[in-house]
């Protein structure tokens, strides 16, 4: 979150507070709709274990995805998975 302030805070509060109320209403692949669900479904996940399978760097690179898609004005249907073997951090959209 704190990055996406940092480039564009004006569009970042506009997206955080979208996920924040699970999206946009009648567009599931709406990219603040994906990265809620994502996130409710991780955090299901981890109350059902003790261990969640996400890594702090999963959450980082699936906000920035579905943030990047946000700025994009792209739908999409789910968050990739961050590989963590040696890529890079997705390039942020201002």
Do not use: C
């Amino acid at each position: 979150m704190y990055h996406t302030h940092l480039v564009n805070q004006e569009e970042a509060k506009k997206f955080w507070a979208q996920v924040a109320r699970g999206g946009l209403e009648y567009q599931d692949d709406a990219p603040s709709t994906v990265l809620d669900s994502w996130l409710k479904a991780a955090a299901a996940k981890e109350t059902k274990s003790s261990r969640s399978k996400l890594k702090p760097g999963d959450f980082y690179y699936g906000s920035l995805y579905a943030w990047n898609a946000y700025r994009q004005d792209i739908n999409i249907k789910a968050i990739k998975k961050w590989d963590g073997k040696g890529s890079s951090w997705p390039k942020i959209v201002e």
